[in-house]
């Protein structure tokens, strides 16, 4: 297929946006013309990216920032012409704590993930046992794996590199609950490939993460892990609408997609009766399921492969009190606290939303973001019978981790229903096969996080990807 005319693109997320902006962008660059189209079910762009006001304050439903390590994300912003409105989240060390034994203790001093930047910061540290400290100084001796073909899980890379007590206090915590995933099953290969290559480059964690906090230093200072936008995140979504216009269409179910039998290129078919869109390419920036639904009679064996896909429930519960009425000083050190499954809450974390941006808020006014749900937790969300239960969770278990028993001024629910794609060990390979499957239909495509765009940045860099592989006519 060569250089396609029309381009339907189902799913209004970030993914989907942001491959439509992209498209739209080579296009230009080719000097080609082509309509380029974006459905979205629902009666608002951005999917997860939800930015709303409530009793005078900014609330997310979903990712409050955009992580600067990876510069997908930044890229995009420049692009847009919107870089110049990005925020720095409010400087704290240390970022966050963790709960132990019911009581939180803060992320120690001196450490980047899982490793001690010094001797120093290994002693110092009371998360872990004196055996622990000592298991984690060898870790610069243990030897690199020699087998990189094959994939490995988050909790076996840390045991054999670190040992196991550095997997349940500090690595499986932390990183578990950035990829809402089960540290038993996270595929290296997927979520964490730059630990994996620091491996083989440095023969050490510790080494790795020395010599690039050493490059920070030379560099006049680490930047700011996370920035958002004055308004939130919503501004991002505004500004990819701002430049796709009329292309995006809510409100615009599709119910399916056929292979016509007397023309090239696919078939879309939509739920309100509309007459049939013909595409010349198709890209589903949609979860995996959902993609399932739109190819099955298609593509019987790609929609089982699809269907396949394993995905987590979780909810995020933004509460607003009074700061007079919250602990001070506050229980935990940091951003938010972070809370393993073996302390047995329904709490996975919770983050102080206005000490990471001060000024979303009135002075006098706190915003808790309390997250439920996640790997063996889903029923909470799942079997909730409505916003109010998750609220009781919420308000339970801040009052039993911190001491806050006030009722909130104000509450804002985002359930997200199988709203975590699982990277489990063997997903890229997964994830090929599901590509191959796709390529069997011409003009067929698939994105967004489900595949290799876990997070923000990773959604926009395959958007990017897509987006050259569609224009460029090549599998």
């Known amino acids: 297929m060569n250089h396609p005319r029309s381009i339907a693109i189902v799913g209004g997320g970030i993914a989907g946006l942001a491959t439509g902006f992209y498209m739209r962008e080579r296009l230009r660059a080719l000097g080609l013309r082509g309509d380029v189209r974006v459905y979205e079910k629902e009666s608002w762009p951005g999917g997860k990216i939800q930015s709303g006001k409530v009793a005078g304050c900014l609330v997310e439903g979903g990712p409050d920032s955009i992580m ?4 997908e994300g930044i890229q995009l912003c420049r692009d847009l012409g919107i870089d110049d409105r990005l925020v720095p989240v409010a400087p704290i060390n240390p970022a966050f ?96 490939p730059h630990l994996l290559a620091m491996e083989q480059k440095y023969g050490s964690l510790t080494k790795g993460m020395r010599a690039m906090a050493k490059e920070l230093c030379e560099d006049d200072g680490p930047p700011p892990a996370f920035v958002s936008f004055p308004e939130g995140m919503g501004e991002l979504v505004e500004a990819l609408m ?114 990471k941006f001060p000024d979303r808020a009135p002075p006098d006014f706190a915003i808790i973001r309390v997250f439920i749900g996640g790997p063996g937790r889903d029923n909470d969300v799942d079997d909730a ?60 495509f698939l994105t967004g996080s489900a595949f290799r765009g876990n997070a923000i940045p990773g959604c926009i860099r395959e958007a990017k990807t897509v987006a050259e592989e569609v224009i460029g006519g090549e599998r």
């Open 68 to 71: 600067t390590q990876r510069p």
């Open 97 to 192: 704590s963790i709960l132990r034994n019911g009581k939180p203790q803060p992320f120690p001093d001196g450490f980047r993930l899982a490793v001690p930047l010094s001797f120093g910061a290994l002693m110092r540290t009371d998360a872990l046992s004196f055996g622990g400290k000592l298991r984690l100084a060898r870790e610069r001796f243990v030897r690199r794996r020699r087998d990189l073909d094959a994939d490995e899980s988050l909790a076996s890379f840390i045991r054999r590199r670190c040992g196991s007590e550095v997997l349940d206090a500090l690595a499986g915590p932390v990183l578990g609950g950035i990829f809402s995933c089960d540290p038993e099953s996270l595929s290296m290969q997927a979520a964490l």
């Open 242 to 355: 701002a430049t796709l216009e009329e292309s995006v269409e809510v409100e615009s179910v599709v119910r399916s997609i056929e292979v016509p039998e007397d023309t090239d290129g696919l078939t879309l078919t939509f739920d309100d009766g509309r007459e049939d869109v013909m595409a010349d390419a198709v890209i589903l920036a949609l979860p995996a399921f959902a993609a399932a639904a739109l190819v099955r009679d298609m593509h019987p064996a790609l929609a089982l492969r699809l269907d396949e896909m394993p995905y987590t429930s979780s909810a995020t519960v933004s509460l607003g009190f009074r700061q007079t009425e919250l602990p001070s000083p506050w229980a935990f050190k940091g951003y938010g606290l972070i809370v393993p499954p073996s302390e047995g809450s329904k709490m996975t974390a919770c983050t102080v939303f206005t000490k």
């Open 385 to 444: 019978p409505d916003d109010a239960a998750m609220i009781n969770i919420a308000c339970d278990e801040l009052h039993k981790h911190l001491g806050i028993h006030t009722k909130p001024m104000f509450s804002r629910v985002a359930p997200w229903p199988r709203g975590s794609p699982q990277y489990t060990v063997g997903h890229l390979d997964r994830v090929s096969e599901l590509e191959r499957l796709a390529a069997e239909v011409p003009g067929l």
